[in-house]
C-alpha cells in the first residue's frame, strides 16, 4: 500500500463538478496524482442538449470525449462505474473490479431522472438528461411526423403529433418551446399541416417556475409560449396518476375520473439520487429529508474531512443551492481551491456560490439571459448570448473555440447563406445579413465571455495560512 502522501485525489462523476474540478486542480499545478471516473465516454453538456436535438449544435460540441478534453493533462481517466465506497477504510470498487485507495475524494455523482413513484413513467415516458435520450427522442418524434404526413385519418394523425412535456420547471419550458418551432418547420418539410400538432405543457402546480431560480420570469415565459409557431396549451395543476405506451392518464381537481390524453410523452419533472448515496455510511442525521448527505460550507462531507461533494448529491444546511450548471462550476472550483489549500498546510475557505443571473431557451433563435435579475435580453440577442456564454463556459479553451467558430460558421453559411443560383440582389441582401450577423455574433461571443465570467466566476479568497502552521516564507 502506498504511503498518504502518494495517494491520488479520487474524482466520482465527470459533470461540471467533477470535471472541472480536475482542470482547475491541473492549471493551478496540484501535485497529487488525480484520477477521474465516468461510466461515460463523453461529458455531458446538458444546458446545450435542446441545441442539439434541434440539429442548432453538432454532437462534438455538446458532448466532447473526456479523453479530448483531458489531454496533456495528465489527469488519468477511468470509463467505470464505482459500485462500492467505504468511507471508513478510505478506498472505493469500480464495477470492473478495480479497488483505489484515496487520499481525498471528490463526490460529484449528479442525480438521475425521478419520476414521483409514477406509474408506467420510467417505461414509457422519454427523459431528457443524456446523449442516448436525445437521439431517441429525435428519433421518435421525426418517426411520428413521418407517420402522420403518410395517414388520411385524421384522428390517427392528432394521436401521433399530440405531445405531452411534462414539467413547467426550465427544462419543460424550454423543451415545450423548442418544439412548437421545430416540429412545424420540420413537419412542413414532409408536407405537413402545422396547426395538426399538438403541444400540452402538464404540471402539478398551477403556476410555471414556482419556487425556481427563474420564477420572476413567469409572465415573460407565458407571453413568448404564445408566440412560438404553434399555440402551447398548459395544463396545469394536475396530478399524473400514469404513463402508458398510449399517453399520459391525469387528473384534475376538477374532475372525479382520471382523463386520458393519447400522445408521446416527455418527462422533465424531478431527478433522484444517484444510488451510490443511499450506501454511503452516513447516519439519517447527516442527511436531509431526501437522503442527501450534508456538507460543510467548506463543501466537505460530514465526519469525513478528506471527502468533498458537491452538485446534486451534496447540500450545504446552511445555504442550500439550486442544482444549476453554474452553482455546480463553482462549486468544482472552490473544491479544487480547497485542495490546493490542504496541500500547502493553509486553511479552507467556505465555498462562495454567487448567482447572478439565468439563461433560458425560448425557442429556435430566442432565448431569455436573465443577468443578475435586473438586467433581460430577450429574442435573437438574448439566444446569441446563451449560446455564447455556455459555449464559452466548455471545459478547455481550444475546445469552446473550436465549437464557438463551428456555431459561428453555422449562423453564417447554412443558414444564412442563399446558394449560387440566387440573383445579385439576394445575394448582397444575403452578404449584409451574413456581415451583419458576424458582428452580432462577435458581440455576442463577447458578451458570453463577460457573461460567464459574471454568471460562473467562483468568488473564493486566497488560500490563507492555516492557524496551527506557520506562514510560508517570502520569496
Not at 464495477?95 to 425521478?114: D, I, S
Not at 455510511?281 to 466537505?300: C, F, W
Amino acid at each position: 500500500m502506498t504511503s498518504a502522501e502518494t495517494k491520488p485525489t479520487v474524482i466520482v462523476g465527470g459533470g461540471f463538478v467533477g470535471l472541472f474540478c480536475a482542470l482547475h486542480l491541473r492549471h493551478r499545478r496540484y501535485a497529487e496524482p488525480i484520477i477521474l471516473i465516468d461510466p461515460k465516454d463523453r461529458f455531458i453538456f446538458r444546458p446545450l442538449l435542446f441545441d442539439f436535438l434541434s440539429g442548432e449544435l453538432s454532437d462534438e460540441q455538446v458532448w466532447p470525449r473526456y479523453e479530448e478534453l483531458l489531454q496533456g493533462s495528465e489527469v488519468e481517466f477511468v470509463q467505470d462505474s464505482v459500485s462500492q465506497i467505504d468511507l471508513k477504510g478510505r478506498s472505493l470498487t469500480t464495477a470492473t473490479g478495480r479497488q483505489l485507495n484515496y487520499g481525498h475524494l471528490v463526490l460529484g455523482l449528479g442525480a438521475t431522472q425521478g419520476y414521483f413513484g409514477t406509474l408506467g413513467a420510467a417505461e414509457h415516458a422519454f427523459a431528457f438528461r443524456d446523449r442516448d435520450d436525445v437521439l431517441k427522442l429525435g428519433k421518435h418524434l421525426l418517426q411520428r411526423l413521418q407517420q402522420a404526413s403518410q395517414s388520411r385519418d385524421r384522428q390517427q394523425r392528432q394521436d401521433l403529433l399530440t405531445i405531452a412535456v411534462v414539467g413547467a420547471g426550465p427544462s419543460g419550458i424550454e423543451m415545450v418551446a423548442l418544439l412548437a418551432d421545430w416540429l412545424p418547420l420540420q413537419y412542413e418539410r414532409l408536407g405537413g399541416d402545422r396547426q395538426e400538432i399538438r403541444l400540452v405543457l402538464v404540471n402539478r402546480s398551477p403556476e410555471i417556475l414556482k419556487g425556481d431560480a427563474n420564477a420572476s420570469l413567469h409572465d415573460l415565459v407565458l407571453e413568448e409560449l404564445q408566440q412560438r409557431q404553434i399555440p402551447i396549451e398548459l395544463l396545469l395543476g394536475v396530478a399524473v396518476e400514469g404513463v402508458t405506451a398510449e399517453g399520459l392518464v391525469y387528473r384534475s381537481a376538477a374532475e372525479a375520473e382520471p382523463q386520458q390524453l393519447t400522445s408521446t410523452v416527455i418527462w422533465t419533472a424531478g431527478v433522484s439520487n444517484n444510488p451510490l448515496l443511499a450506501e454511503l455510511e452516513i447516519p439519517a442525521s447527516d442527511r436531509n429529508r431526501h437522503g442527501v448527505p450534508y456538507v460543510s460550507p467548506t463543501l466537505q462531507l460530514l465526519g469525513y474531512p478528506e471527502v468533498f461533494a458537491a452538485g446534486d448529491c451534496a447540500v450545504v444546511k446552511e445555504q442550500p443551492q439550486p442544482g444549476l450548471a453554474q452553482v455546480a462550476y463553482q462549486q468544482g472550483a472552490a473544491i479544487a481551491h480547497n485542495l490546493l489549500a490542504l496541500s500547502h498546510n493553509h486553511a479552507l475557505s467556505p465555498a462562495k456560490v454567487s448567482l447572478r443571473g439565468t439563461l433560458m431557451g425560448l425557442g429556435i433563435d430566442n432565448a431569455v439571459a436573465n443577468l443578475l435579475n435586473r438586467y433581460r435580453v430577450t429574442g435573437k440577442p438574448g439566444a446569441l448570448l446563451r449560446k455564447a456564454t455556455y459555449l464559452e463556459l466548455l471545459p478547455t479553451p481550444v475546445h469552446n473555440f473550436k465549437a464557438t467558430v463551428d456555431w459561428l460558421s453555422e449562423e453564417l453559411f447554412h443558414r444564412h447563406s442563399g446558394g449560387q443560383t440566387q440573383s445579385l440582389e439576394k445575394r448582397e441582401i444575403g452578404i449584409s445579413r451574413a456581415i451583419a450577423i458576424t458582428i452580432v455574433g462577435l458581440v455576442a461571443i463577447l458578451g458570453g465571455f463577460l457573461a460567464t465570467r459574471l454568471l460562473n466566476e467562483p468568488r473564493s479568497p486566497q488560500p490563507q495560512p492555516s492557524p496551527t502552521q506557520p506562514a510560508p516564507p517570502a520569496p
